[in-house]
């Protein structure tokens, strides 16, 4: 006789053993579905402790990370969007880059619904008014150094960009290009805007004369910086802060005319997860996304207040810092508009010419040398009677290294010219869809540029040498290059 439940004849049929299967994986990942996929330019210190808390609370998805450079995540997207295969999520620093494929209706809006993330900062709006970008976090952009190097040349700590070009810094400062790295394009930008045109460009060839090399990636920047073989960077915030909080000899600053830029995340056109995406925005805003933001191997800025009572001591807050609260508004319209024009500018006038543009600063700062070496108050009374008949030499040479500073620090265009038809002709689409003629005319551009900046590097150097010439031995400078008898 069978003596086992009526029921449990039923339980063991196959009907019931697929019902079961299916509630035991009901919230597991289905095989094969297809993961979510995101393009971000960030490194995998940065992403992976993301990845690990989301797929942890949402088991059912997997993260797919594609790292590329901001300026070939743009191109690569266009591309997707426009061969139907789209990644799902662009997760990055600049914010134009999101401006340019917003533009380019290669984005989805998305209104993110989590509540406590604050909307602007020091007037400035933190996500897309469209809700075609979402900011995550908040990013400056400034100046690491090594303390090492400060104090082996007994130098103050830099707060300001000009202090870079110092001549202590020759060959000693590291920097990124704008075209690979979208959070340096957001420095120079920030430079030019805040500086003026002309200044700006002033600014940024001094700093360039100083390069050593001009670094491949952004994060070689403050690797060369905490490993002493440079002693300053040019950086953002984020990755100066993680090398401090690691214990090494190292500090930031943002300078005294700072920007603060969201960092973005938003949904690509066509993207097959969009449900998922919309997910992992949410979670980046939330509180336990947020407090991610804090760890001391990212060390980035929360775009939610509250959170800043969980930071660190001595961690920055935007929401109070009243520096970085007045910092200027970063105008997002007029540098996507000359976006691409900025990149290929600085590569042809600083990273092409980077040779001539040393070997001008070289001579500058020689002849600055030189001039205060032989200035009054640096010159023993016992020397005076040698010393008198240089006087009109030393006013003559100071001339000619003003002279020699301006001519380096000319800006390669003009003001009008960046926002001109050069947007148009460099336009920030992919370079397999340029037209031949296109493609000629920016080559055209691209060496005169280069031909200019080297020309007047050389003019910038002679004129440096000149003036050292004056003071070391005026009978080597021609006459019509020497000051004239009874000179000032």
């Known amino acids: 006789m069978d003596t086992r439940h009526p029921t449990s004849q039923w339980i063991w049929t196959p009907r019931f053993l697929i019902i079961l299967l299916l509630l035991l994986f009901a919230k597991r990942p289905v095989l094969g579905a297809e993961p979510l996929v995101i393009v971000t330019p960030f490194p995998k210190v940065t992403y992976e402790p993301f990845q690990r808390a989301f797929e942890k609370s949402h088991?059912?998805?997997?993260?797919?990370?594609?790292?590329?450079?901001?300026?070939?995540?743009?191109?690569?997207?266009?591309?997707?969007?426009?061969?139907?295969?789209?990644?799902?999520?662009?997760?990055?620093?600049?914010?134009?880059?999101?401006?340019?494929?917003?533009?380019?209706?290669?984005?989805?809006?998305?209104?993110?619904?989590?509540?406590?993330?604050?909307?602007?900062?020091?007037?400035?709006?933190?996500?897309?008014?469209?809700?075609?970008?979402?900011?995550?976090?908040?990013?400056?952009?400034?100046?690491?150094?090594?303390?090492?190097?400060?104090?082996?040349?007994?130098?103050?700590?830099?707060?300001?960009?000009?202090?870079?070009?110092?001549?202590?810094?020759?060959?000693?400062?590291?920097?990124?290009?704008?075209?690979?790295?979208?959070?340096?394009?957001?420095?120079?930008?920030?430079?030019?805007?805040?500086?003026?045109?002309?200044?700006?460009?002033?600014?940024?060839?001094?700093?360039?004369?100083?390069?050593?090399?001009?670094?491949?990636?952004?994060?070689?920047?403050?690797?060369?910086?905490?490993?002493?073989?440079?002693?300053?960077?040019?950086?953002?915030?984020?990755?100066?802060?993680?090398?401090?909080?690691?214990?090494?000899?190292?500090?930031?600053?943002?300078?005294?005319?700072?920007?603060?830029?969201?960092?973005?995340?938003?949904?690509?056109?066509?993207?097959?997860?969009?449900?998922?995406?919309?997910?992992?925005?949410?979670?980046?805003?939330?509180?336990?996304?947020?407090?991610?933001?804090?760890?001391?191997?990212?060390?980035?800025?929360?775009?939610?207040?509250?959170?800043?009572?969980?930071?660190?001591?001595?961690?920055?807050?935007?929401?109070?810092?009243?520096?970085?609260?007045?910092?200027?508004?970063?105008?997002?319209?007029?540098?996507?508009?000359?976006?691409?024009?900025?990149n290929q500018l600085f590569d042809a006038t600083l990273v092409k010419g980077l040779p001539e543009l040393k070997s001008a600063t070289k001579a500058i700062h020689l002849a600055s040398k030189t001039i205060e070496e032989k200035t009054t108050w640096k010159t023993p009374w016992f020397t005076l009677p040698w010393y008198l008949p240089n006087v009109p030499n030393l006013a003559w040479a100071r001339e000619k290294l003003a002279e020699a500073r301006k001519r380096l620090g000319t800006a390669p265009i003009t003001l009008e010219e960046s926002t001109g038809n050069l947007a148009e002709i460099f336009s920030e689409v992919s370079n397999d869809k340029l037209s031949a003629e296109q493609k000629g005319k920016q080559a055209q551009i691209r060496a005169r540029w280069q031909a200019d900046t080297r020309q007047t590097a050389k003019e910038a150097e002679k004129l440096a040498q000149l003036a050292t010439q004056l003071l070391n031995n005026p009978n080597s400078v021609p006459n019509e290059q020497t000051p004239a008898k009874g000179a000032p």
Request: hydrophobic share 40%.
């Open 59 to 342: 088991p059912e998805i997997k993260l797919e990370i594609i790292r590329l450079k901001t300026d070939a995540a743009i191109k690569a997207i266009q591309k997707g969007v426009a061969e139907g295969k789209s990644p799902d999520l662009f997760w990055a620093s600049a914010k134009d880059a999101f401006e340019i494929l917003s533009d380019d209706d290669q984005l989805v809006p998305y209104h993110s619904a989590v509540p406590g993330v604050a909307q602007q900062i020091g007037g400035q709006p933190i996500h897309d008014t469209d809700h075609h970008f979402t900011g995550f976090a908040l990013s400056s952009y400034g100046i690491m150094w090594n303390g090492y190097f400060t104090r082996l040349h007994q130098l103050p700590d830099p707060e300001e960009w000009e202090d870079l070009t110092h001549p202590a810094y020759f060959g000693q400062l590291s920097m990124c290009t704008p075209a690979l790295s979208g959070t340096t394009h957001m420095t120079v930008e920030s430079i030019l805007q805040n500086y003026g045109w002309d200044e700006g460009w002033r600014l940024l060839k001094a700093l360039g004369g100083n390069v050593r090399e001009f670094a491949r990636n952004s994060g070689d920047v403050p690797d060369a910086v905490t490993a002493g073989t440079a002693g300053a960077g040019v950086v953002i915030d984020f990755y100066a802060l993680t090398n401090k909080a690691s214990g090494h000899d190292v500090a930031y600053t943002p300078p005294k005319r700072p920007s603060l830029v969201p960092a973005n995340i938003a949904l690509i056109k066509n993207g097959p997860n969009s449900k998922a995406a919309k997910q992992f925005i949410d979670f980046l805003l939330t509180p336990e996304g947020q407090k991610i933001l804090l760890l001391p191997e990212i060390n980035r800025l929360p775009v939610n207040p509250t959170v800043y009572a969980q930071a660190p001591r001595g961690f920055p807050n935007p929401f109070t810092n009243k520096s970085l609260l007045a910092a200027q508004p970063f105008d997002v319209e007029l540098s996507k508009k000359r976006y691409a024009v900025i």
